[in-house]
T-cell receptor, first 113, second 115 residues
Framework: QKEVEQNSGPLSVPEGAIASLNCTYSDRGSQSFFWYRQYSGKSPELIMFIYSNGDKEDGRFTAQLNKASQYVSLLIRDSQPSDSATYLCAVIPYGGATNKLIFGTGTLLAVQP | DTEVTQTPKHLVMGMTNKKSLKCEQHMGHRAMYWYKQKAKKPPELMFVYSYEKLSINESVPSRFSPECPNSSLLNLHLHALQPEDSALYLC??????????????FGPGTRLTVT
């Protein structure tokens, strides 16, 4: 079982819709969860982080964490073509005993105009 | 200033060459990272420096040699690389180790081609 799993996509949504990106992780001791966006040919950019169960909102982005189900998601409201990118879910496992960030394989999001 | 800079942007080297990649940040961050990224794959951690000391080496071949001269600078020395080492090399920094270590700022990367 991979430590962090994501559907590779592509996830295609129409402009203005809500894009829902999902991620599961295997280590129950994980404390810190991150979403990075990576445009083609560019480096990853941190867009959201969440440390507690529940929802965290920042503009059009909402991160949701359910530690009991070992599940973290990212919702993008009012999706724009400029949101088209690969979204990487990342986790710091092992109770934060190490600063090793484990990435999922990423989900490619395509927002159709 | 939330910028991590990397030089060079592109590098082509032969298998017998020695070259270095450089990374710099002025955010006062105390953890710095080297990642390797192949096309359509996530970044793969290579090394972590915390407070200028090497804290993680992900069993990287010795032809890659990291160096942290001070808290703002990180180098990656390359020697006798193989064509399969061609990739995007990313530097990142975070405030420190611990749970917030995942809040990383990435540089633009160095695109390395080994011929």
């Amino acid at each position: 079982q991979k430590e962090v799993e994501q559907n590779s996509g592509p996830l295609s949504v129409p402009e203005g819709a809500i894009a829902s990106l999902n991620c599961t992780y295997s280590d129950r001791g994980s404390q810190s969860f991150f979403w990075y966006r990576q445009y083609s040919g560019k480096s990853p950019e941190l867009i959201m982080f969440i440390y507690s169960n529940g929802d965290k909102e920042d503009g059009r982005f909402t991160a949701q964490l359910n530690k009991a189900s070992q599940y973290v998601s990212l919702l993008i409201r009012d999706s724009q073509p400029s949101d088209s990118a690969t979204y990487l879910c990342a986790v710091i496992p092992y109770g934060g005993a190490t600063n090793k960030l484990i990435f999922g394989t990423g989900t490619l999001l395509a927002v159709q105009p | 200033d939330t910028e991590v800079t990397q030089t060079p942007k592109h590098l082509v080297m032969g298998m017998t060459n020695k070259k270095s990649l450089k990374c710099e940040q002025h955010m006062g961050h105390r953890a710095m990272y080297w990642y390797k990224q192949k096309a359509k794959k996530p970044p793969e951690l290579m090394f972590v420096y915390s407070y200028e000391k090497l804290s993680i080496n992900e069993s990287v071949p010795s032809r890659f040699s990291p160096e942290c001269p001070n808290s703002s600078l990180l180098n990656l020395h390359l020697h006798a690389l193989q064509p399969e080492d061609s990739a995007l090399y990313l530097c990142a920094s975070s405030q420190g180790p611990g749970p917030g270590a995942g809040e990383q700022y990435f540089g633009p990367g160095t695109r390395l081609t080994v011929t």
